[in-house]
């Protein structure tokens, strides 16, 4: 039977009969559409938490479990040898992004393929998941089979791999809150970011956090005749594009009263150290096909989307958007508003001044309602620790390059709340690219990638273990 699809990919002669294993499983894991923000394929996401608990089992966890939640279940699986070594929770997601639009994916979106790309001319597998978090989950569960076939497992391992980071982690703070004992730890290790290259592997040591909002623009009772009203009645999608065009200066800063007073300003040295992280401008603009950036005026580009505040209209929509023409003033403008916020900056406190502001930029003529979807805060991960250094070292053992640590834009809010929990840290080891597409039609994840993942990692816990003995 012919499991899965190969084009033209080189690098598949090279590889040992567990790496097809661990290639044909993986691809099985993508093959289901744990899409959990649509309330279509719960039964998908539950079938994708029992195939993550099977996958535990299967590589030797001794106890594993699937919990349910009022939304979607968390998996649960552990390894524990001796309390009196040090502790590693792995923390990953197995739910992903819906997959749309549809009609942009060169091949199905939960059909895997592995393709060549001019970055991954290894190959690559292409499916919604492969990158963002599936293949990188998976990376840990067969980098513990390695382990444990090795007789390498050093340490106390827990998994908990949960099936809703994409639509904002709902109930795992209070699985967390209540599971304080079972999730006791010294170290957190996630792999749900990415890397600067495939020469230059880097460590997130930040994420940015999120206050995600909604506003609706309302004028008339019903949608108007735009030729018998039009000229005299507010029309709420003209408003709505008014009001957006308020939040932001000619400089790109964003106008909200307040925003920016509690945000965190580098130091010159540390603006200086994260500028001498290798990237190419021209290589950005290609790979997204724009001729020019644009930011906040005084800031790099990579500073402007890692250590910077920022506001991005995610979607919008109203009036007539079918087929030709109707000449109507719809009664609704809709719009889903969300910004990226830094070390210092209240989630809650900055969605309550865009509120008020929002507000306040209403004309006469419309009522305007702002809702507060989700939000997180920003993380910071120092480098001065055990676990910071035995990342470093498993980089460098099987990169042959120093990673470096660079801050990451994208958030993973249950990264601060599981340091105000659990009063641990995490330390966010990918092993993705920027232009994996996550999010994207053709999310794809690079074998090389994802076969350096499995190699590194073990290589994780003999430098934690060693680092830690060292201080303990
Ligand atoms: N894995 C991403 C976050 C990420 C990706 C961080 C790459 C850094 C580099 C995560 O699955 C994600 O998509 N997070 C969401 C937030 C969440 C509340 C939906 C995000 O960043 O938009
Ligand atoms: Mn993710
Ligand atoms: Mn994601």
Redesign the pocket.
Known sequence: MVRFVIIESSCMKSLSIDQKRYLEEWMEFLKIPSVSADPAFKQEVAKAADWVKQALDHVGCTTTEIIPTPGHPIVYGEQLIDPKLPTVLVYG?YDVQPPDPLELWESPPFEPVIKSTSLHPEGAVFARGAC??KGQVFMHIKAFEVMKKEGLIGCNIKFMIEGE????SDHLEEFVKNNKSKLACDVILIS???MISKEQPSI?TG?RG?SYMEVTVTGPNRDLHSGLYGGAVANPINVLCEMIAKLHDDQKRVCIPGFYDTVEELSKTEREEMAKAPFEISEFKSSIGINDVSGEAGYSNEERRTIRPTLDVNGIWGGYIGEGAKTVIPSKAHAKISMRLVPNQDWNEISTLFSTYFQSLAPAGVTVEVETH?G?YAYVTPTDNPAYKAAHQAYLDTFGVAPLPSR??????IVPMFENELGVKSILM?F?LDTDA??SPNEHFGLFNFFKGIETIPKFYEHYLRLWKETN
Do not use: C, N, Q
């Open positions: 997601h963002d978090d980071e994409e639509v904002g749900d970011t990415g997130s994420l999120l989700h997180g990451g834009g994208g958030s993973i809010p990918g993705g996550i999010h």
